[in-house]
């Protein structure tokens, strides 16, 4: 399985952006999951979507992000409204299942005026 992760950049808060996640494998049968990465903070969970569809959500990201996927695509979407300064950070995308994860690269996303 290997990841491909893009979609970042500058936004204004309030602005929006969409990160994609595109793979190769068979990542129907994946649960899939982005983590955000800010300097000097913890490796924390954004959202993930399991492979029958349910999804979860840090509670800073609750009401504004929302993730989905594509599966013929073997994609992987974050949509991200109302953006906050607190979400700058380097996003990334993975793929799990069982004791098997993969990474994506990360792309930066960074909120700023």
């Known amino acids: 399985v290997q990841l491909q992760a893009c979609g970042g950049g500058l936004v204004q808060p309030g602005g929006s952006l969409r990160l994609s996640c595109a793979g190769s494998?068979?990542?129907?049968?994946?649960?899939m999951g982005w983590y955000r990465q800010a300097p000097g903070q913890q490796h924390e969970l954004v959202a993930r979507?399991?492979?029958?569809?349910?999804?979860n959500y840090a509670d800073s990201v609750k009401g504004r992000f929302t993730i989905s996927r594509d599966n013929a695509k073997r994609t992987t979407y974050l949509q991200m409204n109302n953006l906050k300064p607190e979400d700058t950070a380097v996003y990334y995308c993975?793929?799990?299942?069982?004791?098997?994860?993969?990474w994506g690269q990360g792309t930066q996303v960074t909120v700023s005026s």
């Open positions: 993975q793929a799990n299942r069982g004791n098997a994860d993969y």
């Open positions: 494998g068979a990542l129907f049968v994946f649960d």
């Open positions: 979507i399991t492979a029958t569809g349910n999804r």
